[in-house]
């Protein structure tokens, strides 16, 4: 296995699944093709959800099914202590949807899943899913259909609205990651460019960015300094949002000239990337050159 | 949250980094005990560039403070208007540095920026006067790699970097801040030193547990507004324009943003950013109708345009939430234009359709239909 490329062999447990949006995403994922072997839950009187075996913790469901990629569905301020309960148990990557995770304990998630070489993709983050076969979060069916075009994107709606826009007119995705709208992250864009770049479906790259830190600055370096043999496309959210609000992601938050639109757009242009002002132009422009 | 000049001030000084001596004033007229003069007038807002937008004045005597801070009180710069002035001691005999604390998330660290010059933006000073490092997020790593950097400084300004870089590291680690930015740094001949300005930006997942920074949402500069709204009601909202023509109903910050964007480059004026969270809402109109509310207070709002792409969300549910919210708030009375994507669009379509909307698949479509009703409210407008 190619992490974090997934198939329906790839075995995930869910932290968190006895919780309303562990019920409910459980048994959309099941239903979709994920092969989700085990959930983990304090729950004692239930046996299994959707079908799903539970376990009491981490280690006890890797031990049993031998999963390596765990979705944690759990509280915001829960999911340090869950990550560290993953990483543990010997999980390989790890997918954490929860929105609001306090910044500096993603600092220390950040560490902590570095130094043990576990991916770590969020948060705030609808998930990641190879389109057809298997998703691990909420994105949705509508917007998933198999094809060339590799997705990465810190918002989950512009993403699934971009996604449903190209998969009618045609394109579909490859490996689409919501690398999460957190300041700070697991995976960033730039972590994920070798990724695309030798990934077999993945003819041509889209990022769905927004303003605010630097990730589509970062990301632009290592296109430039790896010679991505890829076409690149993107969209940068935020063009004309207010100073020193926070846009509904933590992450997107400008101050002076830090996180502004201008940087990204100079930034991606000058590595080759078309920018692209709004969602139609975008899908014109990647369907010219796939379809 | 970016934080006042003057609230990040008081939360400094509870870390021990002290500012020139100074007070807030709302009410110019009511001013009455002020620190030793000369003073300086600082119009408080949640953004930088204050000089450049003349909110930041000198005053010599009480009568100057008083038409300061009358002056300044009322302005709007970066789309803020002035609620307070922070009226300060000036400075004199003091060399100008730079120091700053800030996250750093591709290290997953902090990174420290140090300078012998300040009071300028760090991005006009020259790249060889400046020190920099990252460091682990932990006081030890954190003061010692400040303590490193401060030492290439010689003199006073070496002694004062190494000292506010200690109190500013145990701040950051404390009050979980993203940046903690001090410029200018105030440095005296002895080495003692003041913070001249603050930028302190915090974050707002923490705010659960950092009881003296949610406090300051009920500040009497109600300067938080965004802030206090997702605390109390779990939604964001950005009046993003108070002369918009447009109310935007919609789910999901990046495509709310990207809508805002796209509507503005077409010559339409969006009011205001939602991100409503759909999923949020369980069954009840309570939100829904808070935002209506909300909107009412736009004077030029003559449209309401709702985009939702619901992953999850059931349509047909949440188009009955929303006509019934509709009803509750009969004062809002303007036209509504819908487009949905999503589960259960045909009972949506019905729903919607009892109450005389339209529904589009197409955004391009509901925009069309928003673009006619700006023309029949406004019938000289080319718009």
Known sequence: MSLPRIDRSTKVILQGISGRAGRLHSRLMKEYGTNLVGGVSPARDVKDINGIPLFADCAAAV??????????LVGAY??????????????RMIVTPTEGMPVHDALKAKRLTREAGVLWIGGSTPGMAVAETAKLGFLPDVSLKSGPLGLMSKSGTLSYEA??????RGVGTSVWIGVGGDPVKGLRYSDLVPFYAQDAQTRALLIIGEIGGRDEEDFAEALKAQAFPKPVFALIAGRTAPEGVAMGHAGALTYGSHGGYAAKRAALEASGVMVYDTLNAMVEGVAAKLL | MYLLEHDAKQLLARHNIPAPQGCLITQPAEVTALPAGPWVVKGQITAGGRGKAGLIKKADNAADV????????????????VNAVRVEQQVHDASEAYIAMMLDPAAAGVRIIMAAQGGMEIESLPRDALQTASAAPDVAALTATAEKLAASFPGAAGKA?????????????????LLIEINPLFVKADGSWLAGDAKFV??????????AQRALLADVCSAYVETTLKDAHGCDYVVVDPGGEIALLTTGAGLSMMLIDEM????LK??????????????ETKRLVNVLNWMREGRNVKVLLINIFAGITELGEFSRLLVSALKAVPEFRVPVVARLVGNGMESARAVLAEAGITLHNDLDAALAEVRRHLQTANPGDAT
């Open chain 2, 66 to 81: 008083v038409a300061r801070a009358k002056d300044i009180i009322g302005k709007t710069a970066k789309g803020r208007t």
């Open chain 1, 63 to 72: 031990k049993a099914t031998g999963a390596t990629v765990s979705v944690a």
């Open chain 2, 264 to 267: 503005r480059g077409a010559g």
């Open chain 1, 163 to 168: 996604g449903f826009r190209l998969a009618q």
């Open chain 2, 270 to 283: 969006p009011y205001n950013f939602l991100d409503i969270r759909t999923g949020g809402l369980r069954g």
């Open chain 1, 78 to 91: 829960d999911l340090l202590a869950a990550m560290r309960e993953a990483v543990a148990a010997g999980i």
């Open chain 2, 161 to 177: 970097l190494a000292e506010a870089g200690r109190a500013i590291a145990a701040a950051f680690l404390a009050e979980e801040a």
């Open chain 2, 202 to 211: 915090t974050d707002d997942s923490a705010l659960p547990r950092q009881p």
